[in-house]
T-cell receptor, first 110, second 115 residues
């Protein structure tokens, strides 16, 4: 069965710091990978997605993620975070259904 | 397009009561699903449907029923509510699950409290 692990549960950064959130999945076949973001009090929105091709995927708001097949990883990165990036971030893997990781809560302080 | 709509936004139930959470989408999406979100546990898939008349269980289906009589609607039924079902429930839909169009669109959520 597919599963997704996010090892960083809570990350606290200052503005302008660099961000990397880990995501590992377990599934032997072809996968589609996603990062979703949930801002306080809002529902989930798609940040970026990987289906095929270039393993480095760029999303909205300066986020990017790299799919490393050999490591079963899809880590999210941003070179310089802003206070407005404070949110919860979810990695997800889609085969015949979409399964989410437990999420990473990011707090960015000015 | 209204996207994915959910009603109600908030609900308080007593243990043993039943209720239905409504979900509708106007994007002609084949795939619809229900998740519950609990602190520290992310979103867990309850049930999903790949088209009208077809439903299947997700990770945590116990205590919930679903049906999909139309493409647009995917209600979630709690037959006998329990405090463990206190959660935020999200409905989501996508074009399908097998193509590059399978971005999931989420509804605004229903916050359910079971006393």
């Amino acid at each position: 069965a597919q599963s997704v692990s996010q090892h960083n549960h809570h990350v606290i950064l200052s503005e302008a710091a660099s961000l990397e959130l880990g995501c590992n999945y377990s599934y032997g076949g072809t996968v589609n990978l996603f990062w979703y973001v949930q801002y306080p009090g809002q529902h989930l929105q798609l940040l970026l997605k990987y289906f095929s091709g270039d393993p480095l995927v760029k999303g909205i708001k300066g986020f990017e993620a790299e799919f490393i097949k050999s490591k079963f990883s899809f880590n999210l990165r941003k070179p310089s975070v802003q206070w407005s990036d404070t949110a919860e971030y979810f990695c997800a893997v889609n085969t015949d259904k979409l399964i989410f990781g437990t999420g990473t809560r990011l707090q960015v302080f000015p | 397009n209204a996207g994915v709509t959910q009603t109600p936004k908030f609900q308080v139930l007593k243990t043993g009561q039943s209720m239905t959470l409504q979900c509708a989408q106007d994007m002609n999406h084949e795939y619809m699903s229900w998740y519950r979100q609990d602190p520290g546990m992310g979103l867990r898939l309850i049930h999903y449907s790949v088209g009208a008349g077809i439903t299947d269980q997700g990770e945590v289906p116990n205590g919930y029923n679903v049906s999909r009589s139309t493409t647009e609607d995917f209600p979630l039924r709690l037959l006998s509510a329990a405090p463990s079902q206190t959660s935020v429930y999200f409905c989501a839909s996508s074009y399908d699950t097998s193509s590059s169009y399978n971005e999931q669109f989420f509804g605004p959520g229903t916050r359910l409290t079971v006393l």
